[in-house]
């Protein structure tokens, strides 16, 4: 079955495309330069249940593959998104994966535009070294013309009733009222076991966090695409903001919750955790949230379209 996109004139919206099936086989049969934003996460070659142990060496000749076939894919003005962790080594040496692929991203002319560090609070607790609680986004563009939107993902400010106190602009706010540059460090929950997201994969990217990609680096009817996609999440981001989801995985129970999701998100009954909402802290009244549930209905009522 051909990965490109059914287009169904009678359906409008976004719509996804999902399937089992090697990353490089499905991309390849994709249009060069229709991707306005690739983002993924793929295996730190640790393994866990859906890889195989490799040879470092092994490990990054098959990267290489996928990223000079996603750098054919990735649109003029469209952006690229690794995020990885570190990978570990029998005898526990730590191997930071964002330094060992950086030059494959440059050797095609890429340009980075941020190593952003997502920060989370919950894993596992080391004995003979420090707990490991981020990992990095590598965000790289093809060149200086690239999309942009910041005010799509301002955060509130710190201050956000500052004015100046001198000058010309003395008595009027100092900040954009939109709230603040979210930064290149962001703390957002992982997806645990108590995560309301948490499905079988044992390594699944939280909505939220591709949301802010989404939103930051395409406009709305844009292509997403995530060669690893795991259970859907960059695709269940994509449509919550109206733009078109593709993703492949070699799992086929992946892909069947994946689809699962997209029907959720259609009914309206895909429990998110929303977009910017607090961490969870134990000293505050009902943990610093409010008191509405966890559940975030989709952004849009427009109906998908599945190939």
Known sequence: MPARLALLPEIEGPRASMQCQDNLLFMRDLPAESMKLIVTSPPYNIGKAYEKRKTLDTYLASQAQVISESVRLLHPRGSLCWQVGNHITPDGEVIPLDIMLYHLFKDHGLILRNRIVWHFEHGLHCSKRFSGRYETILWFTKGAD??????????????????????????????????????????????????????????????ELIERLVLSMTDE?????????????TVIAALKRGRTGYGCDIVQEYIDIAWERVRELRTGTLRTRPMGRPVYDPNLPIGGHGASDDFEPPASTSEFSRT
């Open 146 to 207: 690239y999309t942009f939107n910041l005010d799509g993902v301002r955060v509130p400010a710190k201050y956000p009733n500052k004015r100046h106190f001198k000058g010309p602009r003395v008595g009027e706010l100092s900040g954009n009222p939109l709230g603040k540059n979210p930064s290149d460090v962001w703390i957002i929950p992982n997806v645990k076991s108590n995560h309301i997201e948490k499905t079988i994969h044992p390594c699944q990217f939280p909505v």
């Open 221 to 233: 009817g844009d292509n997403v695409f995530d060669p690893y996609v795991g259970v859907g999440s």
